[in-house]
Nanobody
């Protein structure tokens, strides 16, 4: 399973941006995607959770983005999308998509990661 992220860019404070991630899963594969989500890493900081979504649609958000960001997924297309509204400078980061792949043969390392997409918010 491989993930390909897209949609990053440069926006101004208060604007919106959407980042998307597509997972490539071979037809007939035994693997399924459980939780999918987004993490981010700002320069000099550790990677942190942004939002997660289960296959049934249950979501979990970091406090810093609650009410501003919305995560969604399309199970048929194996995609996960993060709609980001009212962006501010603190949201400037590289955003990484991730997916929990089951069955997991190397627990607890069950996740695959995309290459990251840069979101820059200028004030």
């Amino acid at each position: 399973v491989q993930l390909q992220a897209s949609g990053g860019g440069l926006v101004q404070t208060g604007e919106s941006l959407t980042v998307s991630c597509a997972a490539s899963v071979d037809s007939g594969s035994i693997f399924t995607l459980a939780r999918m989500g987004w993490y981010r890493q700002a320069p000099g900081k550790q990677r942190e959770l942004v939002a997660l979504i289960t296959k049934s649609g249950a979501t979990n958000y970091a406090d810093a983005v609650k009410g501003r960001f919305t995560i969604s997924r399309d199970n048929a297309k194996n995609t996960v999308t993060l709609q980001m509204n009212r962006l501010n400078a603190n949201d400037t980061s590289v955003y990484y998509c991730t997916a929990e792949v089951l069955p997991c043969f190397k627990p607890p390392d069950c996740n695959v990661w995309g290459q990251g997409t840069l979101v820059t918010v200028s004030s």
